[in-house]
């Protein structure tokens, strides 16, 4: 994905569209690295972009996520006679780059890359019904350094509305006091408005 969007910094005509664009994404998050909860979890985000020169432009953007323990892994415990639950919420302050070549034209490809503070919250408890009131719990809050990753391709509705389709790569410092590192991968659809 970083090739791609050095191909896009490099390709593309010098003119972009000098419009301040805001957008909402609403996309299905998978944590591919570092992080226990696999299930696809419903992440949302807002962005604000606005061009620097040419096909180049900054980009800031907050989004969140919460990830949980599939549910065919609570039915395991409830069969064991356990009732167990984890649960991570992840969201993030980021800004960088983005670039947008051919951003005149009706159909055309983007890319992004930021930086930022990602805000870390996890739970997990663990309740043993046959032996009464034995019960372990475990939480732990961090704010951490992170990067953001996002290519896709970009359509003009009407006027000045947009829609894109995207594939993005969160990555993260995981868990507190270690070098750990925990990525979630997000293909999302994005409604933007330039005005």
Same mark, same amino acid.
């Given at each position: 994905?970083?090739?791609?969007?050095?191909?896009?910094?490099?390709?593309?005509?010098?003119?972009?569209?000098?419009?301040?664009?805001? @957008?909402?994404?609403? %996309?299905?998050?998978?944590? !591919?690295? $570092?992080?226990? +909860? /696999?299930? &696809?979890?419903?992440?949302?985000?807002?962005?604000?972009?606005?061009?620097? @020169?040419?096909?180049? %432009?900054?980009?800031?953007? !907050?989004? $969140?996520?919460? +990830? /949980?323990? &599939?549910?065919?892994?609570?039915?395991?415990?409830?069969?064991?006679?356990?009732?167990?639950?984890?649960?991570?919420?992840?969201?993030?302050?980021?800004?960088? +780059? /983005?670039?947008?070549?051919?951003?005149?034209?009706?159909?055309?490809?983007?890319?992004?890359?930021?930086?930022?503070?990602?805000?870390?919250?996890?739970?997990?408890?663990? +309740?043993?019904?046959?032996?009464?009131?034995?019960?372990?719990?475990?939480?732990?809050?961090?704010?951490?350094?992170?990067?953001?990753?996002?290519?896709?391709?970009?359509?003009?509705?009407?006027?000045?509305?947009?829609?894109?389709?995207?594939?993005?790569?969160?990555?993260?410092?995981?868990?507190?006091?270690?070098?750990?590192?925990?990525?979630?991968?997000?293909?999302?659809?994005?409604?933007?408005?330039?005005?």
């Amino acid at each position: 994905m970083a090739a791609w969007i050095v191909l896009l910094a490099c390709t593309g005509p010098t003119a972009a569209a000098q419009d301040t664009k805001v @957008g909402f994404a609403v %996309g299905a998050a998978v944590a !591919v690295a $570092g992080i226990a +909860l /696999q299930e &696809p979890a419903l992440a949302v985000s807002g962005w604000v972009s606005r061009p620097i @020169g040419g096909p180049y %432009g900054w980009r800031a953007e !907050v989004s $969140g996520v919460r +990830l /949980q323990m &599939p549910d065919r892994d609570r039915f395991r415990c409830a069969a064991a006679g356990i009732v167990c639950d984890a649960v991570l919420d992840v969201s993030s302050l980021t800004g960088g +780059l /983005q670039l947008e070549p051919w951003a005149e034209k009706a159909i055309a490809p983007y890319g992004y890359a930021t930086i930022g503070l990602y805000r870390l919250s996890a739970s997990a408890e663990a +309740l043993d019904l046959r032996g009464g009131s034995i019960q372990q719990s475990e939480s732990w809050n961090d704010s951490a350094f992170g990067v953001a990753l996002g290519s896709g391709v970009r359509v003009r509705l009407i006027g000045r509305t947009t829609l894109r389709a995207e594939l993005r790569y969160s990555g993260f410092r995981f868990k507190p006091g270690t070098k750990h590192w925990g990525s979630i991968v997000t293909p999302s659809l994005t409604t933007s408005v330039a005005f």
